[in-house]
């Protein structure tokens, strides 16, 4: 079928996705012949605030009863572009923007995204093709060690008890009891969590703090005291690189970002007197005292309205000298062994903070990485009346990548495949190829309910806490859920981007919304076969180079199976992956038409008869192969 463009397709974009600054990108138009034309059509080129850019389409060639158009574009500036194209014909004028994904339709539609980043950004290398495991560190494992300066506040609890979860008569939930994970806990865990194929670390807050989320900063130089010491975490580091993992520490917050505010319980603020130097909520006088808005009789700006976490100025030079210059906590924690940080609502922190940040991280090494919460697509965010720049090289390399989870668990809970295919390949048009490589893909996080229970049981967006307390997952809605939690697993594990493993799902671990999705890891009730099949897509990720930095295709988009193909354009080597999501057997041939540019090699994972390949239930097979290079491109 011909188009009028197609985004996709190198036959009309000569680069898919984002471009560089000064790189030549050439784009192709299709009209029929017999379309009469006032003046050569024009490509529409313009960035939010700046005025169009017309650029002449020459003709190309005439192909079975079509005419094609070209004219290339070497953008000069960064930023995220918008363009379409225009044509006048019997005086009438007529324009070619996107209908539905990818496609141009005529006189309707919306402008086409052209993200254009700057030509010296890179990604850490260190994370490509590696796993990513996230931490809850009160919950994850107990050392059993006795920590000292622990503040007689805490309550402590037996590992694996439901959290607290009920509000004072106040209505506040103080977050105050604990479990007692600690780092030498997770130290202790580095060997299961390298022989489940764990390549980085990522650390939910580490830092002194008086809640056991930790999000509320109470001294950004200090591991809480419950976890450890400092050099406990120093330790953890060594060890971790020992094994060939990295370690990945978050200094902001998920919900109530580090770097958006500090507790009001901390040595800067010190409401409550905890601490024997005046904050600035006791002192103007405090070298702190710039940091915070007040106004009033001690009424001062929070984040949300809620006042045990006071804002602070990111952009105070006070505060970004304390966080980002010589010496600052960015440096301390880097200079400990940290591979770089993951950025608690990235939206409320102002760009040049964000420059700042980057800056900062990148002079100490190039490798350290900087990943921000963005719930949205991170490329055309927009934030508090600003276009957010996250992923133009000065200042993000990854994002929590919340639309592929979105993407993934409506798929998974039956939306149509090409629904699927669609939302993958808007981020992968998007985002830089180098922030691709390294967007941390997830299906659980704590900030939402675990992807077992979302597949498995009913909504909870309407339940209480009371029932969320109460309720688990019958046996059918466990085994319901798992089926499906590793159908997302494969997906995860081999689409684009790098794995992000939420403690204990490879366990079977059910949750609901917070606090219930943060309940203690299993330890000795695991799901042994759910962990397996974990490791298992895990070394089958770090075999194939592909899976690293390969580009990819969707091959197959079928009700029940759906295939895709991860493949290196420099020399062919390819992995092809195929995965069934019904509850019947399916059977795929290696002969059908969609596989004709690749030649099949080695099964690595699956079930073979001759060329066909058969799919049980809720399952899924990975062949290697070779992909012809005289084929068009993604």
Not at 365 to 374: A, L, M, S, T
Request: proline share 4%; hydrophobic share 35%; aromatic share 14%.
């Amino acid at each position: 079928m011909r188009y009028f463009y197609n985004s996709w397709d190198s036959a009309y974009k000569s680069h898919f996705g984002a471009i560089a600054r000064n790189q030549s990108c050439q784009f192709t138009i299709r009209l029929p012949e017999e379309t009469p034309l006032d003046f050569s059509p024009v490509l529409v080129v313009f960035r939010t605030g700046f005025k169009e850019r017309f650029l002449p389409m020459n003709v190309k060639e005439h192909e079975n009863g079509y005419v094609t158009y070209t004219t290339d574009l070497i953008p000069k500036y960064s930023g995220v572009h918008y363009y379409y194209f225009s044509y006048t014909s019997n005086g009438v004028r007529h324009y070619i923007k996107r209908g539905d994904a990818c496609h141009g339709t005529l006189d309707q539609g919306e402008m086409f995204q052209l993200t254009v980043y700057n030509e010296d950004y890179q990604t850490p290398q260190f994370l490509k093709g590696g796993v990513m495991y996230q931490i809850f560190p009160d919950r994850f494992c107990s050392s059993g060690k006795m920590h000292d300066n622990v503040p007689s506040d805490r309550v402590m609890r037996e590992w694996g008890e439901l959290p607290y979860y009920k509000p004072d008569q106040n209505g506040h939930v103080w977050n105050n009891d604990y479990f007692g994970g600690d780092l030498d806990g997770i130290r202790s865990k580095l060997d299961y969590l390298k022989d489940l194929g764990v390549t980085c670390i990522y650390l939910n807050p580490i830092f002194e703090s008086h809640e056991n989320h930790r999000y509320n900063t109470a001294n950004y130089r200090n591991v809480d005291p419950l976890l450890g010491t400092n050099e406990d975490f120093r330790e953890l580091c060594k060890a971790a690189k020992v094994r060939g993992i990295s370690e990945l520490v978050e200094i902001d917050a998920v919900c109530d970002g580090v770097f958006s505010h500090t507790g009001a319980d901390s040595i800067y603020f010190n409401k409550f007197g905890r601490y024997n130097t005046p904050g600035a909520y006791q002192s103007e006088n405090s070298p702190y005292y710039s940091w915070y808005h007040f106004w009033g009789n001690k009424e001062y700006e929070s984040w949300w309205g809620i006042d045990t976490l006071p804002n602070v100025d990111e952009n105070n030079p006070s505060y970004t000298k304390y966080i980002c210059g010589d010496d600052g906590v960015l440096d301390y924690w880097m200079n400990l062994g940290a591979a770089g940080y993951r950025l608690d609502v990235a939206d409320e922190l102002p760009d040049e903070f964000l420059d700042n940040l980057r800056t900062c991280v990148k002079k100490y090494d190039e490798e350290k990485i900087v990943i921000g919460e963005v719930w949205e697509d991170a490329s055309n965010k927009e934030a508090y009346g600003v276009k957010r720049r996250y992923l133009l090289g000065d200042q993000l390399d990854s994002v929590m990548n919340y639309p592929f989870r979105e993407a993934i668990i409506a798929y998974m809970k039956g939306e149509a495949a090409t629904t699927f295919r669609d939302r993958i390949m808007v981020i992968l048009e998007n985002y830089p190829k180098c922030t691709v490589d390294v967007l941390m893909n997830f299906v659980s996080t704590h900030d939402i309910e675990r992807a077992i229970n979302r597949f498995g049981g009913q909504p909870c967006d309407d339940k209480s806490k009371d029932w969320m307390a109460s309720n688990e997952l019958s046996p059918d809605e466990y085994n319901r859920g798992k089926a499906l939690l590793k159908g997302a697993m494969v997906l995860q594990f081999f689409l684009p981007g790098v794995p992000s493993i939420y403690y204990g799902d490879e366990a079977g671990l059910q949750g609901w919304k917070d606090p219930f999705n943060r309940r203690c890891y299993p330890w000795g009730n695991e799901d042994t076969e759910l962990v397996e099949y974990t490791r298992q897509m895990a070394k089958i990720r770090r075999e194939h180079p592909a899976f690293a930095e390969g580009a990819m295709e969707f091959l197959v988009l079928e009700e029940k199976v759906l295939g895709f193909a991860r493949y290196i354009l420099q020399n062919g080597s390819s992995a092809v992956v195929l995965m069934n999501r019904s509850d019947e057997t399916a059977m795929v041939s290696l002969r059908d038409k969609c596989f004709e540019k690749y030649a099949f090699s080695t099964v690595i994972s699956g079930i073979c008869d001759g060329d066909a390949v058969i799919l049980p239930a809720h399952s899924y097979a990975v062949v290697s192969a070779v992909r012809s290079n005289q084929a068009k491109t993604q």
